[in-house]
């Protein structure tokens, strides 16, 4: 980078960047170090859902709802959670390539939430975002010379020399070299294009990089090359980077703390090793479970409830994760097995989400019977409840005769939870932020140890 583009070098937050339980106020990820470079409070992206003519809100996706996260300066952050959770649309939130519906954005000790014109520029100037797919960041009409450059033209350097020094020196910054500024993006692999992209987003010196999967759209060997890229980026300049990624094993290696986010809440957050070694939530722990493992032995945890990711307009009540979560908290009279309680919740939820095995669903058209029911949901042929069984019953015959909201009302009933009931608290374990109720403080269930780990 010319000097003329560079900055005084920033202070770290810390010796060796690494980052424990001990960085942060107790409840809240508060860096203490030395201010954030970037703060979010209440972070809320709703897309309104309209209809007719008039285009009449009818109701809203909350893809992003109150969020809260730091990064610190020179400090990788990752953000996590399956797809459909809500990092793109928080990411893009932040970056104001989205406007949000409520919330504070603050970097570099300014809010950027109103920001407009050239203070809005000089924002997007410093913080800058590298997409997934490489393919769709350039225009194919220009050299990458021309693409990389953009930015500096765009932020008003007119001198076309100055322009060209400072892109031969991004681009053998990212292992190119200066001549394939001559060249156009077509004749560059996907990994190469993933380089130019990051150097497009180097050029103008940023402080922020938002990386959105940068490295999900490229084969394993050229991920690392660009993983490695970006840690080289990251020592060299200081600079922050908040990671999107589904990979918790990249994540592992590249981030110092990571945000677990479930539609649209970040459900805990804490320093890498802290999280990935006993994570809290049901959640990070489900993720880490879609993990392979290498011990095949190793299953102390179930799969989730239910599948798919419910849909962020309508979102379920209370914690958001219960229609899913493996360790949802039985009522407190309940008498049967925590196996037991946990097939019969799967039924539950898997009854009222609709997404029945086809052996039971009503809507194929074939004759079901309350064993193929039972059968189907691994349910036991009788419970020692007969109070519960009653109830059971009377939901796989209304299954079995295709009444599946009477099945679900019943099962509602029958299977009541808190984890449905009410919102959880953000409460700390460790140190960390953890939005579970089996964190509350007057908890209705102990939270249950991460592979034999005791809490
Ligand atoms: N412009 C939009 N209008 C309406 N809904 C949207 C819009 N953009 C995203 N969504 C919805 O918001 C939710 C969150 O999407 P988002 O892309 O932010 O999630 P994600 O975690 O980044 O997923 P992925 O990894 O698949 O990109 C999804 O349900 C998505 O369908």
Same mark, same amino acid.
């Given at each position: 980078?010319?000097?003329?583009?560079?900055?005084?070098?920033?202070?770290?937050?810390?010796?060796?960047?690494?980052?424990?339980?001990?960085?942060?106020?107790?409840?809240?990820?508060?860096?203490?170090?030395?201010?954030?470079?970037?703060?979010?409070?209440?972070?809320?992206?709703?897309?309104?859902?309209?209809?007719?003519?008039?285009?009449?809100?009818?109701?809203?996706?909350?893809?992003?709802?109150?969020?809260?996260?730091?990064?610190?300066?020179?400090?990788?952050?990752?953000?996590?959670?399956?797809?459909?959770?809500?990092?793109?649309?928080?990411?893009?939130?932040?970056?104001?390539?989205?406007?949000?519906?409520?919330?504070?954005?603050?970097?570099?000790?300014?809010?950027?939430?109103?920001?407009?014109?050239?203070?809005?520029?000089?924002?997007?100037?410093?913080?800058?975002?590298?997409?997934?797919?490489? =393919?769709? %960041?350039?225009?194919?009409?220009?050299?990458?010379?021309?693409?990389?450059?953009?930015?500096?033209?765009?932020?008003?350097?007119?001198?076309?020399?100055?322009?060209?020094?400072?892109?031969?020196?991004?681009?053998?910054?990212?292992?190119?070299? %200066?001549?394939?500024?001559?060249?156009?993006?077509?004749?560059?692999?996907?990994?190469?294009?993933?380089?130019?992209?990051?150097?497009?987003?180097?050029?103008? =010196?940023?402080?922020?990089?938002?990386?959105?999967?940068?490295?999900?759209?490229? +084969?394993?060997?050229?991920?690392?090359?660009?993983?490695?890229?970006?840690?080289?980026?990251?020592?060299?300049?200081?600079?922050?980077?908040?990671?999107?990624?589904?990979?918790?094993?990249?994540?592992?290696?590249?981030?110092?703390?990571?945000?677990?986010?479930?539609?649209?809440?970040?459900?805990?957050?804490?320093?890498?090793?802290?999280?990935?070694?006993?994570?809290?939530?049901?959640?990070?722990?489900?993720?880490?479970?879609?993990?392979?493992?290498?011990?095949?032995?190793?299953?102390?945890?179930?799969?989730?409830?239910?599948?798919?990711?419910?849909?962020?307009?309508?979102?379920?009540?209370?914690?958001?994760?219960?229609?899913?979560?493996?360790?949802?908290?039985?009522?407190?009279?309940?008498?049967?097995?925590?196996?037991?309680?946990?097939?019969?919740?799967?039924?539950?939820?898997?009854?009222?989400?609709?997404?029945?095995?086809?052996?039971?669903?009503?809507?194929?058209?074939? +004759?079901?019977?309350?064993?193929?029911?039972?059968?189907?949901?691994?349910?036991?042929?009788?419970?020692?409840?007969?109070?519960? +069984?009653?109830?059971?019953?009377? %939901?796989?015959?209304?299954?079995?005769?295709?009444?599946?909201?009477?099945?679900?009302?019943?099962?509602?009933?029958?299977?009541?939870?808190?984890?449905?009931?009410?919102?959880?608290?953000?409460?700390?374990?460790?140190?960390?932020?953890?939005?579970?109720?089996?964190?509350?403080?007057?908890?209705?269930?102990?939270?249950?140890?991460?592979?034999?780990?005791?809490?």
């Amino acid at each position: 980078m010319s000097d003329a583009n560079a900055d005084p070098p920033r202070e770290r937050p810390s010796e060796d960047g690494d980052h424990t339980s001990a960085d942060y106020a107790e409840g809240s990820p508060v860096w203490t170090d030395s201010e954030p470079l970037l703060r979010v409070r209440g972070l809320e992206t709703h897309y309104p859902i309209t209809r007719g003519f008039l285009r009449r809100e009818v109701g809203r996706v909350r893809a992003v709802d109150g969020i809260d996260f730091e990064i610190g300066r020179g400090e990788v952050l990752g953000l996590v959670g399956e797809s459909g959770s809500g990092k793109t649309t928080a990411a893009h939130s932040i970056l104001r390539l989205e406007e949000p519906t409520a919330g504070e954005v603050v970097f570099d000790g300014e809010s950027v939430t109103d920001l407009t014109g050239a203070d809005l520029r000089s924002f997007r100037r410093r913080a800058q975002l590298v997409v997934q797919d490489p =393919n769709e %960041a350039f225009n194919p009409r220009l050299t990458v010379g021309e693409a990389v450059a953009e930015p500096l033209s765009l932020h008003g350097m007119s001198d076309e020399s100055r322009r060209r020094a400072i892109v031969a020196d991004v681009l053998e910054r990212v292992g190119l070299s %200066a001549d394939d500024a001559d060249r156009y993006p077509h004749e560059f692999s996907g990994g190469e294009k993933q380089r130019i992209s990051i150097a497009r987003a180097l050029v103008c =010196n940023p402080d922020l990089i938002v990386a959105d999967e940068p490295t999900s759209a490229l +084969d394993a060997r050229v991920q690392s090359d660009v993983l490695a890229l970006l840690e080289d980026i990251r020592r060299e300049h200081d600079i922050s980077i908040l990671f999107i990624s589904h990979d918790l094993d990249v994540v592992r290696l590249f981030c110092d703390r990571v945000a677990v986010m479930y539609l649209g809440e970040i459900v805990e957050q804490g320093a890498i090793d802290d999280v990935l070694d006993s994570p809290a939530h049901p959640y990070t722990r489900v993720l880490m479970n879609s993990v392979p493992s290498l011990d095949p032995t190793d299953r102390t945890f179930e799969s989730p409830l239910t599948d798919s990711i419910p849909d962020p307009s309508d979102p379920p009540s209370g914690c958001r994760f219960h229609t899913r979560c493996p360790e949802l908290i039985p009522p407190p009279d309940l008498t049967v097995s925590g196996e037991t309680w946990r097939r019969l919740a799967a039924f539950r939820f898997t009854v009222e989400t609709g997404e029945l095995p086809s052996a039971v669903d009503p809507t194929t058209g074939t +004759d079901v019977g309350a064993s193929a029911v039972r059968a189907a949901f691994d349910l036991p042929a009788e419970l020692d409840d007969p109070d519960l +069984d009653r109830h059971v019953q009377s %939901a796989v015959d209304s299954l079995a005769s295709g009444d599946v909201d009477a099945a679900t009302q019943e099962l509602a009933t029958a299977l009541p939870t808190i984890c449905e009931r009410a919102v959880p608290e953000r409460s700390t374990h460790r140190g960390r932020p953890v939005s579970c109720h089996r964190y509350d403080d007057d908890r209705d269930a102990e939270p249950i140890p991460w592979r034999g780990e005791g809490l």
